[in-house]
């Protein structure tokens, strides 16, 4: 996802910088062929850039923010920050007020929805903040920006709500292709749900093979959601489950695959086999 933001952005006319010191082989080569500009390292990455946007996985999101705090204190600079990652708003509010607001550097709240930019459609990222336009106004192809506030949380609480049921449509799939599979049925369920959930017969196993290539940054997504829920008086129970739904995932053989992999054509009844758990 950031290498896709990045190439975006870059195409719009923007100079944009990164850094992947310490990453995998398959980071580098989605950041190269991004044609993103490389630097050795963070602070190097910070010192040079009037906007920082954080991707990554939920449950490190505060800990990213204190090491982009870190870097700006070294290079006495004050970068926006723009945090685009799965969390709650209370995180969101943590993060903006804890963590930046001491380093003297503003935070846009954003939030995701849908896949990396591509020729084959835009992925909408919803942003709040007093400081929302500055991001909105990038000029990128295949991304469509959308202010919904001036107050950081409202963006992150727009993908908490999202998440919680494009995910847990997802994770419920999962419950019961696994269910299905043990009692022989597949074919007589994905028949029953096909008058409700059109083409489900073909897309079910692509679906739960590119899911399974995530699932490991779904877990702590699945508790922000829980957490935010909570705090509008709802149960957190549900997705507290889906948290426990998407750990046994993440221990499974599908997971071990790289998103590419996942979107290979494979047979459900191949998927099924490498998601049952071991």
Not at 132 to 158: F, K, T
Not at 233 to 246: K, Q
Not at 259 to 268: H, I, K, M, V
């Amino acid at each position: 996802m950031g290498s896709g933001l990045g190439r975006a952005w870059r195409r719009g006319g923007a100079r944009v910088v990164a850094t992947v010191a310490g990453r995998s082989a398959r980071t580098v080569r989605l950041a190269e062929a991004a044609g993103l500009e490389l630097l050795p390292d963070l602070d190097a990455v910070v010192a040079a850039a009037q906007i920082v946007v954080s991707v990554g996985p939920p449950d490190r999101a505060v800990e990213i923010a204190g090491t982009i705090a870190a870097s700006a204190r070294r290079a006495g600079v004050t970068p926006l920050v723009a945090d685009l990652n799965a969390i709650s708003p209370m995180t969101v509010s943590r993060i903006a007020t804890d963590v930046l607001a001491p380093a003297g550097i503003e935070l846009v709240d954003g939030a995701i929805s849908g896949p990396p930019p591509s020729s084959s459609g835009r992925t909408i990222i919803y942003l709040a903040g007093r400081s929302a336009r500055r991001i909105a106004d990038l000029d990128a192809p295949e991304v469509d920006p959308r202010v919904v506030g001036d107050r950081p949380g409202q963006a992150s609480a727009v993908k908490m709500c999202t998440a919680s049921v494009y995910k847990g449509f997802t994770g419920l799939l999962v419950q019961a292709m696994l269910t299905a599979d043990a009692h022989d049925c597949v074919d007589v369920v994905l028949a029953d749900l096909a008058d409700v959930y059109r083409g489900i017969e073909d897309w079910t196993g692509r679906r739960l093979a590119m899911a399974a290539s995530k699932s490991g940054r779904w877990v702590g997504e699945m508790r922000e959601i829980a957490a935010t829920q909570a705090a509008a008086g709802a149960r957190p129970e549900l997705f507290d489950a889906m948290a426990r739904v998407w750990e046994m995932v993440s221990e499974t053989a599908l997971a071990q695959h790289t998103p590419e992999q996942a979107a290979g054509d494979r047979s459900l009844a191949a998927v099924l086999a490498d998601l049952r758990p071991e």
